[in-house]
């Protein structure tokens, strides 16, 4: 009989953050009136609607502050996968008369991929770049892709698996000397490190509330005043007549207080994750054997800690580290129940018995030591019993000296 989830520990560890963040207190405080008393359309002309009307522009103003441009730069969405679309088909449907060359990465989320995809059969050519065993895309061959017909280029600022920062400012520089628009996802990146998207000549940038203790289903899509893109949805006037659809105000007045409370303490607090990133990261290459750490040592998210373990499955894994109470990932959250290693996983060229053991650990500000050292000891214990079950490992330490 499996033991009952969380029965080992009086608590529960969440180290899956990149996945989803929890709600903070403030946030949802903020929130509250627009859920009840404040329930106006912000369309009306009557006070009840006008009300509301000002609560999105202190939202639009809070994110506009937070990366040094306009609130008219900051366009709502539906979240990350919403905004990326926008974008690249967006940029694409406008600009098809100039070229339908689009360059991308290979490690890229799936919103951008997919994306790029469906925009294949409907006669773009796509590039998809190489990156390095770290994750980094290579800058000259970016620089050598380049053509007269490359209409965008979309690099992920963050990657939300390994969590490589990718060298988004060099290619900012790049395509000042360019044409093609450049978009970047920032996902991951955004409520986590400072984007200066005009100082790294950035036009499309997409973000997500869920990732930065926002709530679910609302993100937005920076856009460069330079820039014109379709309308994604039809109908209303709502976001200057680009997005049509009665506007979702308590979550935009809760991702512009996310916003806020995120940037106004974030050197403070992101030193404070990293440490223990750092702390894991050094007790997870010292005491586990058989380990591979993936992405960069230094110049990654704070929060994010990937390994790949051999002779044992990333699933099973997350699994059993879900029965000791502790929440993790194999990969994307996006991804969860595929057999095979994430796409990203294996652009790293990482061998696949060891690429199948891969789980993710994304910490917050919520996350302590006393958190990350019963995760270790439960991993040891968890790894212990597991490879004592797999032949490859046991026939390796027979003939071990």
């Not at 996968?81 to 290979?106: C, R």
């Not at 899509?221 to 007549?241: A, C, I, R």
């Not at 004592?388 to 071990?400: D, E, G, H, S, V």
Request: hydrophobic share 35%.
């Amino acid at each position: 009989m499996l033991p009952e989830r969380g029965s080992h520990l009086s608590k529960h560890i969440y180290l899956d953050n990149a996945a989803t963040t929890r709600l903070s207190k403030e946030v949802c405080e903020e929130m509250l009136p627009y859920l009840t008393d404040h329930f106006g359309n912000p369309s009306s002309i009557y006070d009840l609607g006008a009300n509301n009307k000002s609560a999105l522009l202190h939202a639009r103003k809070q994110i506009a502050h937070t990366l040094s441009c306009e609130p008219q730069n900051i366009f709502f969405t539906s979240g990350g996968t919403e905004s990326d679309n926008w974008a690249l088909i967006g940029v694409a449907e406008q600009y098809k008369e100039k070229g339908k060359h689009i360059i991308t990465t290979k490690i890229e989320h799936h919103a951008v991929l997919n994306s790029c995809h469906y925009l294949e059969k409907r006669g773009y050519e796509i590039t998809y770049l190489n990156v390095d065993e770290q994750g980094y895309v290579d800058v000259e061959q970016l620089r050598q892709k380049l053509r007269n017909d490359t209409i965008l280029v979309s690099v992920m600022l963050a990657n939300n698996e390994i969590g490589t920062i990718q060298p988004i400012r060099q290619i900012g520089e790049i395509l000042q000397h360019h044409s093609a628009i450049f978009h970047t996802d920032a996902v991951q990146a955004y409520g986590h490190m400072e984007i200066p998207v005009k100082d790294w000549h950035i036009d499309l940038l997409s973000a997500s509330a869920h990732k930065f203790h926002g709530p679910k289903g609302i993100g937005f899509l920076y856009v460069n005043n330079n820039l014109k893109l379709p309308s994604f949805l039809h109908g209303g006037q709502q976001e200057q007549g680009l997005r049509a659809g009665t506007e979702n105000v308590p979550a935009i007045v809760g991702m512009g207080k996310a916003a806020e409370l995120a940037y106004e303490k974030l050197k403070e607090t992101q030193s404070q994750i990293a440490q223990l990133r750092d702390y894991m990261i050094y007790r997870l290459e010292n005491e586990i054997s058989f380990c591979h750490r993936n992405g960069p040592r230094v110049n990654r998210l704070a929060n994010n800690v990937n390994f790949s373990f051999e002779f044992v499955e990333g699933e099973a894994l997350v699994i059993l580290l879900d029965m000791e109470g502790i929440c993790a990932s194999a990969g994307s959250a996006c991804n969860a129940g595929q057999t095979t290693a994430s796409h990203v996983i294996q652009a790293l060229h990482i061998p696949d018995e060891l690429a199948r053991g891969t789980v993710r650990f994304t910490l917050s500000e919520d996350t302590t030591k006393e958190d990350i050292d019963d995760t270790v000891a439960a991993l040891k214990k968890i790894l212990e019993k597991n490879r004592a079950l797999n032949p490859r490992y046991q026939a390796m330490i027979k003939t071990a000296p």
